[in-house]
Nanobody
Framework: QVQLVESGGGLVRPGESLRLSCEVS????????MAWVRQAPGKETEWISR????????SYADSVKGRFTISRENAKNTLFLQMTDLKPEDTAVYYC??????????????RGQGTRVTVSA
């Protein structure tokens, strides 16, 4: 059974940082590209970052480029998102997602409860 469990969210002030984690089970983690997406209140799901299966290539949405860093530790089946200089517009529920190959071709699959990030003064 595929499981993606996100953690690390919380309430922070603008300019602060958070590190999100996603623990994966149920498939061969090192064989899949992964992604982070988010959904802000009242808005559609937004893709924000992705990484190849080996971690050698990454990509970011313009809204987070230069502030967020995606990484993975294949030995621990875990995906990370380091978020710095957080802004109120980063407030959302964050989900990790997987692709069905080692590169980000095709659609990603979101499965999990997500972790809530709130940025407020």
């Amino acid at each position: 059974q595929v499981q993606l469990v996100e953690s690390g969210g919380g309430l922070v002030r603008p300019g602060e940082s958070l590190r999100l984690s996603c623990e994966v089970s149920g498939f061969r983690f090192q064989g899949r590209a992964m992604a982070w997406v988010r959904q802000a209140p009242g808005k559609e799901t937004e893709w924000i970052s992705r990484i190849t299966n080996g971690g050698t290539a990454t990509s970011y949405a313009d809204s987070v480029k230069g502030r967020f860093t995606i990484s993975r530790e294949n030995a621990k089946n875990t995906l990370f998102l380091q978020m710095t200089d957080l802004k109120p517009e980063d407030t959302a529920v964050y989900y990790c997602a997987y692709y069905n190959s080692g590169f980000w071709s095709g659609n990603f699959v979101v499965r999990g409860q997500g972790t809530r990030v709130t940025v407020s003064a």
